[in-house]
């Protein structure tokens, strides 16, 4: 009979009840512990539990075993395909890489005075890996723009070169995906870009710096040719005045918004984050609301509300049966205030403009 640990994953016909029970078991902090040791491995290849559910359980099970927060040191393995994936076959990989993309640890770092979380240095080593050796192939794009959305920006790290950031965006251009009919390129989710184009944007904005005499320098320009390098710019720059806003916007339209939704640096300006605000789309705005939340967790005193007006008017505006936030009746007070304010100040300006007309006037 095997150990009792066993049957909470295996498949069976042990039922709906059984089957619930597994899938709580695999979400379970302590579970990964219980699957990875001796008593459940398998004497004859040598592997555990854990590698069979990886490789043969369902796509619950193993959906729920690496959505587990308790699972970095298996992402780690998975991303840098290492260790227990180390011999699975590409077709695997990805089905496993799939089913990750959601797990809340992506984003984990628990360093404090105590010291370093090693978990989540190696865990952002492995994903700049990751983006080195994953097949770059259509299959793949897609599942990689996945992962790679739900990064934290201050959780990646940067890689060691300007010339390890050019490879890796080298190496995922020119993928055409095609769309469910297979007779065109599928465009980005958030951009006009075509999906391969999309990923090179956002792989650009989330690593396009390095560290050159102790300060992290983008590695592309406003002005550069590839339009990834220009993501670079815009998700990594200290600053751009509104001037430089406004030729962006011209040149490059939502792909400027997307990029710069992943620079904290613009987003803590609030003058800034009301130029991004007035870019974005229906799907950026989705970005938007979650880089919002993660900056809100790194700085307390930030705001998550809408900086641009007009986004906080329309934001006041939704129904109570809809999607309107806890906040509402007090965005919609702020937005009236804001409102308020920027009358007041065109009565004001308008005013002096007929006062200097009219003394202009009298002196002719």
């Known amino acids: 009979m095997p150990p009792a640990g066993r049957c909470f994953v295996r498949g069976g016909s042990l039922g709906p009840a059984a089957s619930s029970i597994r899938l709580a078991c695999l979400s379970n902090p302590n579970a990964l512990a219980v699957l990875n040791s001796e008593e459940l491995a398998d004497g004859a290849s040598g592997k555990g539990e854990l590698y069979r559910v990886l490789t043969k359980g369902d ?15 298996l992402l780690c393995s998975l991303y840098a395909r290492e260790n227990l994936v180390a011999d699975i076959d590409e077709v695997m990989w990805r089905r496993l890489v799939q089913f990750s993309w959601s797990n809340p640890a992506l984003n984990w770092d628990r360093t404090s005075s105590s010291g370093p979380d090693l978990d989540a240095w190696n865990l952002q080593a492995a994903l700049r890996k990751f983006l080195t050796i994953a097949p770059a192939t259509p299959d793949w794009v897609i599942p990689v723009h996945q992962v790679f959305l739900e990064l934290d920006p201050s959780r990646t790290g940067t890689y060691q070169s300007t010339e390890e950031v050019l490879a890796v965006l080298e190496r995922w251009k020119a993928i055409a995906v095609k769309d469910s009919f297979g007779d065109k390129d599928q465009t980005g989710f958030f951009t006009p870009l075509p999906m391969a184009e999309e990923l090179r944007g956002l792989i650009a904005a989330l690593y396009g710096k390095v560290l050159i005499n102790k300060k992290l320098v983008p590695v592309g320009k406003p002005d550069s040719e590839d339009v990834a390098l220009r993501c670079a710019w815009y998700g990594n720059t200290s600053d751009m005045s509104e001037e430089e806003m406004d030729a962006a916007r011209e040149k490059d339209g939502t792909i400027l918004t997307f990029a710069a939704l ?39 005193a930030f705001d998550p509300r809408p900086a641009d007006e007009l986004l906080a008017e329309a934001e006041a505006d939704k129904s109570p049966q809809g999607q309107r936030d806890p906040l509402a009746p007090l965005m919609t007070e702020l937005a009236e205030q804001r409102a308020l304010i920027a009358g007041l100040k065109r009565i004001v300006i308008w005013g ?6 009219a003394v202009v006037f009298s002196h002719r």
């Open 59 to 73: 796509d619950d099970q193993t959906a729920s075993l690496l959505k587990n927060p308790d699972s970095r040191f």
């Open 262 to 300: 992943f620079n904290d640096l613009l987003l803590l300006k609030l003058p800034r984050r009301a130029e991004i605000e007035m870019g974005l789309t229906h799907g950026l705005s989705f970005i938007h609301t979650k880089r919002c939340a993660q900056l809100k967790e790194h700085y307390h």
């Open 352 to 357: 002096l403009i007929v006062i200097i007309a």
